[in-house]
């Protein structure tokens, strides 16, 4: 995002990107702190989680009504038209994180009210890969770094990678002993909002590309331009 003359215009793209970074790091709190309620049996901590939502939908919001005043007041071209479009969308996919992470958290709280059906390193991995797509994602949005957003994208795969592997996991368990289905079916639940939220991650991702390049990538064949030979 390159500087400008008029200051006041600058201060007001650099709060709007602070108020995305702002929001993302509460959903990376938050998602980091649902599995670790979920592992640790903490249902005061997975409460918590989820009053800190509305913390997020506020920060929605303020971006919102942020990115429309500039819009209406600046009426930005180029660069900084694709920067804040982009802010707006990417507050909607990081709001619906939030709302994943509340599902998790409703989860753990049903699960801890059971006795523990398994040990949770697949979930901890699954979700450690998913957090790791968020941040990654965020701070290429940050640098303005195509290359970072585009291996996020790559990494979308090994998050659907461990969904298919725990599922089939849980499913064995159901098969052995039907006592074992309601608390199988709940980390089931877990294992589907952390693939939903690897798939905002790669939505967030593919807009940082956007806002970079210019160019849209969703829905391409290969979303993934090959490494430049040396």
Known sequence: MKLHTDLEYENELRTLREQVLLMGAKVEEMLRSAIRALVDRDMELAQRMIAMDHQVNRLE?????????????????????????IALKLVTDLERIGDLVVNICERVIELNQEEPLKPYRSIQLMADAAEGMLRDALD?????????????????????????????????????????????????????????????????????????????????ASRVEPPVAT
């Open 61 to 85: 919001v303020e971006t919102d009504e942020l990115c429309l005043r500039i819009l209406a007041r600046r009426q930005p071209v180029a660069s900084d038209l694709r920067f804040i479009t």
């Open 140 to 220: 290429a949005f940050v640098k303005g770094d195509a290359e970072r957003a585009q291996e996020v994208l790559r990494r979308d795969a090994v998050v659907d990678d461990y969904y298919h592997q725990l599922f089939r996991e849980l499913l064995t368990y159901m098969m052995e002993n039907p006592r074992n289905i309601y608390r199988a079916t709940r980390l089931q639940s877990v294992a589907k909002y952390l693939e939903r939220i690897g798939d905002h991650a790669t939505n967030l991702a593919e807009m940082v590309v956007f806002m970079v390049k210019g160019k849209d990538i969703r829905h391409m």
